[in-house]
């Protein structure tokens, strides 16, 4: 999970378009990581990369069917 925490770095420091390939990594890593898919889907939906957020949200959706958030964002 440290691709994971490394992305929650980037992203704290403001660098968030440099927390994207960590979030990215951690899902090759482990496929169903979901905070992941949310974190790297949030990012997406603020740069308007509506395309990519919504396949970010769409895996959540299949992850965590009971979760509000992704449904919310998507």
Known sequence: YHHYNLG???E???QM???VP???RAIQ??????DAYLARGL???DKGN?????ADFTRLIELKPKEVWPRINR
């Open 8 to 10: 929650l770095v980037r």
């Open 12 to 14: 704290r420091l403001g």
């Open 17 to 19: 378009q440099r927390a």
């Open 22 to 24: 960590h979030y990215s």
């Open 29 to 34: 890593v482990d496929p169903d990581h979901s």
């Open 43 to 45: 990012i997406h939906l």
């Open 50 to 54: 509506f395309d990519a957020s919504i």
